[in-house]
T-cell receptor, first 115, second 113 residues
């Protein structure tokens, strides 16, 4: 079955530390890739997306992600985290082209940034 | 432009009761979906719809029904609530273009006693 795996379930960092959250997926065909963030008590918001072109994607709030097709990975990075980045982060993959492709989410990674 | 609106925000049910979670979007999006969010399991797709009159099952459809009589509305029905359905439910929508991201509602926190 198609799946998305986020390796880090809970990450604790100090402010200004660098962040990398891992995401791997199992599907070998055409994929669209997303990272969503969920701040405490809020709904999911899109951080960034990849669907073609440059595999290094820049999103909002200084986040970026790199699509490495050979590794089936789409890791999220930020050079210097802030306390306000404390949230839950979800990697999601839409398999296949066309309107019917389903969005499959990873288990999520809780990021706690200490001031 | 309200985006994706879910009602209610909170609900407590007794086992065996039925209820409908409402979801409406005003963006004329073709694609709508329902997810449940449980700790350590991310979001799991319950049902989705690619347009009015068309629905299909996601990963965890058992115990839930949906219908899509209009483009705007996509209600989720719990037929006979069970404690295992205690969760936070999110409705989402997007355009028909495959690469577009989904827009999420604020969620419905449902507790089944």
């Amino acid at each position: 079955a198609q799946s998305v795996s986020q390796h880090n379930h809970h990450v604790i960092l100090s402010e200004a530390a660098s962040l990398e959250l891992g995401c791997n997926y199992s599907y070998g065909g055409t994929v669209n890739l997303f990272w969503y963030v969920q701040y405490p008590g809020q709904h999911l918001q899109l951080l960034l997306k990849y669907f073609s072109g440059d595999p290094l994607v820049k999103g909002i709030k200084g986040f970026e992600a790199e699509f490495i097709k050979s590794k089936f990975s789409f890791n999220l990075r930020k050079p210097s985290v802030q306390w306000s980045d404390t949230a839950e982060y979800f990697c999601a993959v839409k398999h296949g082209s066309g309107n019917t492709g389903k969005l499959i989410f990873g288990q999520g990674t809780t990021l706690q940034v200490k001031p | 432009n309200a985006g994706v609106t879910q009602t209610p925000k909170f609900q407590v049910l007794k086992t065996g009761q039925s209820m409908t979670l409402q979801c409406a979007q005003d963006m004329n999006h073709e694609y709508m979906s329902w997810y449940r969010q449980d700790p350590g399991m991310g979001l799991r797709l319950i049902h989705y719809s690619v347009g009015a009159g068309i629905t299909d099952q996601g990963e965890v459809p058992n115990g839930y029904n949906v219908s899509r009589s209009t483009t705007e509305d996509f209600p989720l029905r719990l037929l006979s609530a069970a404690p295992s359905q205690t969760s936070v439910y999110f409705c989402a929508s997007r355009t028909g273009q495959s690469a577009q991201p989904q827009h999420f509602g604020d969620g419905t926190r449902l507790s089944i006693l």
